[in-house]
């Protein structure tokens, strides 16, 4: 990236570098100073039935339920849910419930280096919680690592996702029992 | 039918924190690699096969493999693509010219694998996003699941299960490390300890920061030709033995095999060995660049490369046998955690370590003692992916 140091004639702004006035007849290019939050980089993007087929996962959750998606012809259960059973390729698939209580499979802390949106939560725990037939990620909330063992009883709980979208968005996230 | 393949030329960019744009890095890793083969131009090259990861976010560029073509003056008149397996896509790319050449539809590629990474500063949780969005972005990304979370756990579950240590994990990452301060091209060229590793940030316990490779900006190349043509330019060349890779429909954390041991790299390992006729690796490989993104990693491999016992990577980095005078010379070039890793030109990169150790052109404090056989590995993603490949110096 080029450096220049009359500032009168250059300033950097997210990388992109625009000519200013500063008695240059040079025309002006003018760029947003400011790009708002890309909305591919927004992890929350599809959860309505305009967005995805999946939609009554998240209708479901929002409800108060963590389900998933069981193949009718063979009966395999999958997560994520899908819409088409990896296994048989049947499209009959219906949303069974899943428990809301599990066990910590593995655990980490992100202490850097986290994805947008997550910066302000640094350091937060990440862990993989076991709830028998399935086994996902997921925040653990309200906890620190040093005091979490493999094996450890962990609850779901629902959070509100508030965003640039004006509808409701909900995800689930995990914490300790009490 | 197919037909042999040989590794006749490669080059290098510097790797690292670089003040260079992704078409710089092309051009350098470029002329490197047409400079080191003097009887190859690029009017030679009917296939071009580019490794790159995420251009469009690092560099916002698309369509990569054409602006290869247009930077180094290809005209290509065969077969043009970019791979893009996550970490392994350099021996993706690698994987398909071989292919190509051994189906015999062209007899001359270039191999390059290209990653710009670093970005300013701010970028960075930008650039980190994209990198959660390797695994399932709806349902893994979306809890911020980059890599280093990603093999903590892997470390974690298998300090849990076979009792690997701490320190073990640092033995590995402590031996790469120093193998770097060796290397002139390598982002991190300092002599590492045991002590040194474990004391450093503890990113994502139970691993530190010197468990985990860097983020780097880089490129490599290499030239592949038949048989044939290979012997027009070179005497020296390192014959592709066997090549390769599984994946086990799995790429979501639910959907994995184990959190402790990759199958598919014990089935892409045992596809290579039998192409390759090698019936006991740990005898018979002199020097392999497996995949240290993180030192738990390489204990992994020992173990499902066929090396060691289930449970007994840890051990095997401890008695010295991945060393470069152990049983297998295990990452000479200083890795993944010495060299850093831009993801699209690490397989790229290993294999030209491999070739440059047959002929014997790397800095003499990492050369192993003659080698004859060797080993390049990747995983890619959350490990869903491993890609072997085996070279010989001669061919028998």
């Given at each position: 990236?080029?450096?220049?140091?009359?500032?009168?004639?250059?300033?950097?702004?997210?990388?992109?570098?625009?000519?200013?006035?500063?008695?240059?007849?040079?025309?002006?290019?003018?760029?947003?100073?400011?790009?708002?939050l890309?909305r591919?980089l927004d992890f929350y993007e599809l959860q309505t039935e305009?967005t995805t087929?999946i939609s009554e996962f998240y209708d479901n959750l929002a409800d108060g339920q963590l389900t998933?998606?069981?193949?009718?012809?063979?009966?395999?259960?999958?997560?994520?849910?899908?819409?088409?059973?990896?296994?048989?390729?049947?499209?009959?698939?219906?949303?069974?419930?899943?428990?809301h209580?599990?066990?910590?499979?593995?655990?980490?802390?992100?202490?850097?280096?986290?994805p947008m949106g997550m910066e302000d939560e640094?350091?937060f725990?990440?862990?993989?919680?076991?709830?028998?037939?399935?086994?996902l990620?997921a925040h653990v909330d309200n906890?620190?690592?040093?005091?979490?063992?493999?094996?450890?009883?962990?609850e779901m709980k629902i959070v509100e996702i508030d965003g640039p979208v004006d509808h409701e968005r909900v995800f689930y996230r995990f914490e300790?029992?009490? | 039918?197919?037909?042999?393949?040989?590794?006749?030329?490669?080059?290098?960019?510097?790797?690292?924190?670089?003040?260079?744009?992704?078409?710089?890095?092309?051009?350098?890793?470029?002329?490197?690699?047409?400079?080191?083969?003097?009887?190859?131009?690029?009017?030679?090259?009917?296939?071009?096969?580019?490794?790159?990861?995420?251009?469009?976010?690092?560099?916002?560029?698309?369509?990569?493999?054409?602006?290869?073509?247009?930077?180094?003056?290809?005209?290509?008149?065969?077969?043009?693509?970019?791979?893009?397996?996550?970490?392994?896509?350099?021996?993706?790319?690698?994987?398909?010219?071989?292919?190509?050449?051994?189906?015999?539809?062209?007899?001359?590629?270039?191999?390059?694998?290209?990653?710009?990474?670093?970005?300013?500063?701010?970028?960075?949780?930008?650039?980190?996003?994209?990198?959660?969005?390797?695994?399932?972005?709806e349902f893994?990304g979306v809890n911020g699941?980059?890599?280093?979370?990603?093999?903590?756990?892997?470390?974690?579950?298998?300090?849990?299960?076979?009792?690997?240590?701490?320190?073990?994990?640092?033995?590995?990452?402590?031996?790469?490390?120093?193998?770097?301060?060796?290397?002139?091209?390598?982002?991190?060229?300092?002599?590492?300890?045991?002590?040194?590793?474990?004391?450093?940030?503890?990113?994502?316990?139970?691993?530190?920061?010197?468990?985990?490779?860097?983020?780097?900006?880089?490129?490599?190349?290499?030239?592949?030709?038949?048989?044939?043509?290979?012997?027009?330019?070179?005497?020296?060349?390192?014959?592709?033995?066997?090549?390769?890779?599984?994946?086990?429909?799995?790429?979501?954390?639910?959907?994995?095999?184990?959190?402790?041991?990759?199958?598919?790299?014990?089935?892409?390992?045992?596809?290579?060995?039998?192409?390759?006729?090698?019936?006991?690796?740990?005898?018979?490989?002199?020097?392999?660049?497996?995949?240290?993104?993180?030192?738990?990693?390489?204990?992994?491999?020992?173990?499902?490369?066929?090396?060691?016992?289930?449970?007994?990577?840890?051990?095997?980095?401890?008695?010295?046998?991945?060393?470069?005078?152990?049983?297998?010379?295990?990452?000479?070039?200083?890795?993944?955690?010495?060299?850093?890793?831009?993801?699209?030109?690490?397989?790229?990169?290993?294999?030209?370590?491999?070739?440059?150790?047959?002929?014997?052109?790397?800095?003499?404090?990492?050369?192993?003692?003659?080698?004859?056989?060797?080993?390049?590995?990747?995983?890619?993603?959350?490990?869903?992916?491993?890609?072997?490949?085996?070279?010989?110096?001669?061919?028998?």
């Open positions: 990236m080029n450096e220049h140091n009359d500032e009168n004639r250059t300033e950097r702004r997210g990388g992109t570098e625009i000519a200013t006035d500063g008695g240059s007849d040079r025309d002006v290019v003018e760029l947003p100073h400011q790009i708002e890309p591919l305009e087929k998933t998606t069981r193949c009718t012809e063979c009966d395999e259960l999958h997560f994520p849910p899908r819409i088409v059973c990896p296994e048989c390729h049947s499209d009959d698939l219906e949303y069974v419930d899943l428990p209580e599990g066990e910590l499979f593995a655990f980490s802390t992100v202490r850097a280096g986290a640094v350091p725990v990440l862990g993989i919680v076991d709830l028998g037939d399935v086994r990620s906890a620190e690592y040093e005091d979490l063992e493999i094996g450890d009883a962990v300790p029992q009490e | 039918m197919t037909r042999n393949v040989g590794i006749v030329g490669g080059g290098h960019t510097k790797w690292g924190v670089r003040e260079a744009s992704y078409k710089d890095l092309i051009q350098e890793a470029g002329k490197a690699t047409f400079e080191d083969v003097p009887d190859v131009t690029p009017d030679d090259i009917e296939g071009l096969f580019v490794g790159s990861v995420q251009p469009e976010r690092f560099a916002f560029q698309t369509h990569v493999a054409p602006m290869v073509a247009e930077l180094l003056g290809i005209d290509v008149d065969s077969m043009i693509a970019r791979t893009e397996l996550a970490c392994a896509s350099g021996q993706a790319a690698l994987r398909y010219a071989w292919l190509a050449i051994a189906a015999g539809q062209i007899d001359t590629a270039l191999v390059l694998g290209v990653e710009k990474m670093n970005l300013p500063r701010e970028y960075t949780p930008e650039a980190q996003t994209s990198m959660a969005n390797v695994m399932d972005r893994d699941f980059n890599a280093p979370p990603y093999f903590a756990m892997i470390a974690q579950r298998h300090m849990h299960e076979y009792d690997t240590t701490r320190e073990q994990l640092a033995l590995v990452a402590a031996k790469n490390k120093t193998h770097a301060a060796n290397n002139a091209f390598a982002q991190f060229q300092k002599e590492v300890s045991v002590e040194d590793v474990v004391d450093s940030f503890p990113l994502s316990p139970p691993l530190c920061l010197f468990d985990c490779s860097g983020v780097t900006d880089g490129a490599a190349g290499l030239i592949l030709m038949s048989e044939e043509k290979a012997r027009e330019v070179t005497d020296e060349a390192a014959w592709i033995t066997g090549s390769g890779q599984t994946c086990l429909s799995s790429n979501s954390i639910n959907n994995l095999p184990s959190m402790s041991a990759w199958p598919q790299a014990t089935q892409a390992a045992e596809q290579a060995y039998e192409q390759a006729g090698i019936d006991d690796p740990l005898k018979e490989l002199d020097v392999a660049e497996v995949h240290d993104c993180f030192s738990i990693s390489e204990i992994v491999e020992y173990e499902d490369l066929g090396w060691v016992e289930k449970g007994e990577g840890g051990q095997f980095v401890e008695d010295g046998r991945s060393e470069l005078d152990g049983d297998i010379a295990v990452n000479p070039r200083g890795g993944l955690l010495g060299c850093g890793h831009p993801l699209g030109a690490t397989g790229v990169s290993q294999a030209l370590e491999v070739f440059n150790q047959f002929r014997g052109t790397v800095e003499p404090e990492r050369q192993v003692p003659d080698p004859e056989t060797g080993l390049i590995h990747n995983l890619s993603g959350s490990a869903s992916v491993h890609s072997v490949m085996t070279l010989a110096r001669g061919r028998q």
